[in-house]
Nanobody
Framework: QVQLVESGGGLVQAGGSLRLSCVVSGNIFSINFGGWYRQAPGKQRELVATITSGISTNYADSVKGRFTISRDNAKNTVYLQMNSLKPEDTAVYYC??????????????WGQGTQVTVSS
């Protein structure tokens, strides 16, 4: 079994910062891809940022220059540093990983989500 546990969400004023963490545990051989998505009320889930095993990163235009995705392979953890937060960043943030299990079977897994609320 693979588990993703997210943390770091909360309530912050506009202009503030939060750091989200996603710890991956269980039967893992390698994590090939990590990403953060978000879903605001009444909206579809959207990509925020991704990072590959080669540490190549990609960001949604709306967060470029404000958010930074990173990973710690030793800790099987993916982070999202969010600075200069805006009210429109308010959403439930979900961690997503694509990994290979010890039996070499790949899989995609989602976290349970963590609420980020930015007040104006």
């Amino acid at each position: 079994q693979v588990q993703l546990v997210e943390s770091g969400g909360g309530l912050v004023q506009a202009g503030g910062s939060l750091r989200l963490s996603c710890v991956v545990s269980g039967n893992i051989f390698s994590i090939n891809f990590g990403g953060w998505y978000r879903q605001a009320p009444g909206k579809q889930r959207e990509l925020v940022a991704t990072i590959t095993s080669g540490i190549s990163t990609n960001y949604a235009d709306s967060v470029k220059g404000r958010f930074t995705i990173s990973r710690d392979n030793a800790k099987n953890t993916v982070y999202l540093q969010m600075n200069s937060l805006k009210p429109e960043d308010t959403a439930v943030y979900y961690c997503n990983v694509r990994l290979v299990r010890p039996d070499l079977i790949p899989g995609t897994y989602w976290g349970q989500g963590t609420q980020v609320t930015v007040s104006s």
